[in-house]
């Protein structure tokens, strides 16, 4: 869409941002920027990428208590040589954890898009995820959700729908929670294949997996848009004690 971008693998005990990219065997480079030394992002298909498995072996677990995920997670973020950016998308792993905590901490985010599949194992994890960012000493405005997996359509019957994972799940959840629904991927094969060998499915260009992908990122944008317009910008989060703990 003309945009300058950015992506920070957050997931640190999973990273999959370098395989889903073709970069896996890229390693960043240090430049001097201002008398310092910062690490450069690789950058594939227009997009400026870092991520802790830049820096692991592929069979190597990172094996990290929250403090030692939050400092790689910091050096990411600001000994990184990012430029300008329209926008910087942190891929978050699973859960209201230590990693979420730690990126709000460390910067201001403007909002945050949850990913659900439709069934209600699922959903009520999703729910978590929205009341994390909606709890009052965080307040990150929650910009929408997002139904992956919606459906699978086979390619020898395309008008069908099959709702494996049951029908408008996440679409039912953020009418329920009032934030915006942004939009649904199907159960498509090439989606899995596409990040298997690093090719975004955004980039085939005119077919239905394409289309659902760039009305997501349109959607996501306006909510963006709407968001800074309504509201004052986030401040980073300063959390001492979390409430509801006992011992």
Not at 9 to 16: C, E, I, L, N, R
Not at 37 to 58: A, D, Q, R
Not at 200 to 207: F, I, S
């Amino acid at each position: 869409m003309g945009f300058s971008v950015g992506i920070l693998d957050a997931d640190v005990y999973g990273p999959s941002i370098p395989i889903m990219f073709d970069v896996e065997d890229e390693r960043p480079v240090a430049v001097e920027i201002d008398g310092k030394s910062k690490m450069k992002p690789i950058e594939n298909h227009g997009v400026k990428v870092l991520s802790i498995g830049f820096f692991t072996k592929p069979d190597q677990a990172v094996i990290w208590r929250g403090p030692m995920a939050a400092k790689a997670l910091n050096q990411l973020i600001f000994d990184a040589d990012w430029g300008k950016l329209d926008f910087l998308l942190i891929d978050l792993p699973p859960g209201t954890g230590d990693i979420h905590l730690s990126i709000m901490q460390a910067v201001p985010i403007t909002g945050a898009v949850v990913v659900s599949t439709p069934q209600n194992i699922a959903l009520a994890d999703a729910k978590k995820g929205v009341a994390m960012f909606q709890q009052e000493n965080i307040n990150v405005p929650v910009l929408g959700i997002i139904e992956n997996m919606a459906y699978f359509t086979p390619e020898e019957l395309p008008e069908n729908k099959y709702y494996i994972f049951g029908k408008e799940g996440a679409k039912n959840l953020a009418e329920d929670l009032g934030v915006p629904f942004i939009g649904e991927i199907p159960i498509v094969q090439s989606i899995r294949e596409a990040g298997d060998v690093g090719r975004p499915a955004a980039l085939q260009l005119d077919t239905p997996t394409e289309i659902a992908f760039r009305d997501i990122a349109k959607n996501v944008v306006q909510e963006v848009v709407r968001r800074n317009k309504d509201l004052a910008p986030t401040e980073a989060i300063k959390i001492t004690t979390m409430a509801g703990c006992s011992n």
